[in-house]
């Protein structure tokens, strides 16, 4: 198949893995949504960061192992010590699995309202404090944002947000929205960008056949957006889009195809 310019070839084994795979990640997932219910309910909610950080990160792992998926995080340029609104670029259905397997500290993950149409995403989605936003309406997703500020300062939470919003865009890495750096700025959190490499390139697009491979997040270092005007923000947020850019550049340099950035 072709994506974004992008020839991936599956082989008859790769899907059948991940039919296989994805079965057991949907059994995964109901057991999942069962054990955090109970555990929840009988903790009285004392147990919400603890489920997200370690039993979040353990189904992302254990989803993409089920897939044929190696998983990586590289601290090499920057690790975490503080909280902040983590950014990624969005290209793979595998992303979903991603962003959980990274283990971001006491983290609230920033999805659109639509991914609630899957009951069990809406049952672990609302018990655990997701925050679901309205993507069609800007207003609305701006509001929704500011409405957890408190919370998020109160509680000393990171927040996760996919500055993309979609995969479905004509680039290789899409225009960015502004709600996470304005989120940035006025909770004075750093932005934390993280580079998901490769996985563009075992999953491309909306559906979840896979090819066995390794998937590395790279964290680059923190911006602060504090205290910026609207103009030097839009200048901030392209470079780091640029940022993205680089990244991919370095990806298909790599693997030795030749794809416009």
């Known amino acids: 198949m072709s994506y974004k310019g992008i020839d991936v070839t599956f082989t008859f084994a790769d899907k059948m893995r991940s039919v296989f795979g994805t079965i057991a990640v949907f059994a995964l997932i109901i057991l999942l949504t069962i054990t955090v219910v109970f555990l929840l309910v009988i903790s009285l909610g004392r147990l919400n960061n603890w489920l997200i950080n370690e039993f979040g990160s353990r189904f992302g792992r254990l989803s993409l192992f089920l897939l044929g998926v190696r998983f990586e995080n590289d601290f090499s340029e920057y690790k975490p010590d503080e909280p902040g609104v983590y950014i990624v670029n969005h290209s793979s259905t595998l992303d979903l699995f991603v962003v959980l397997a990274m283990k971001m500290h006491n983290v609230r993950f920033v999805a659109k309202k639509e991914i609630q149409y899957n009951p069990f995403f809406f049952i672990l989605g609302r018990i655990t404090g997701q925050i679901f936003i309205d993507r069609s309406s800007s207003e609305k997703s701006i509001q929704k944002l500011k409405s957890t500020y408190t919370r998020v300062k109160e509680d ?10 979609t995969r479905k865009h004509k680039e290789v890495v899409g225009p960015f929205k502004k709600g996470a750096f304005r989120m940035a700025r006025d909770l004075d959190y750093p932005i934390i960008p993280a580079y998901i490499d490769n996985a563009l390139l075992l999953c491309p697009g909306s559906k979840l056949i896979t090819k066995k491979g390794k998937i590395v997040v790279k964290y680059m270092k923190p911006v ?11 200048e901030q947020i392209e470079k780091i889009r640029g940022d993205y850019k680089e990244k991919y550049r370095e990806t298909f340099q790599r693997e030795n195809i030749d794809v416009s950035v």
Do not use: C, D, H, N
Request: proline share 5%; no cysteine; glycine share 14%.
């Open 156 to 165: 000393g939470l990171s927040v996760f947000v996919a500055p993309e919003g």
């Open 224 to 234: 602060r957006f504090t205290g910026l005007t609207e103009q030097s923000m839009e």
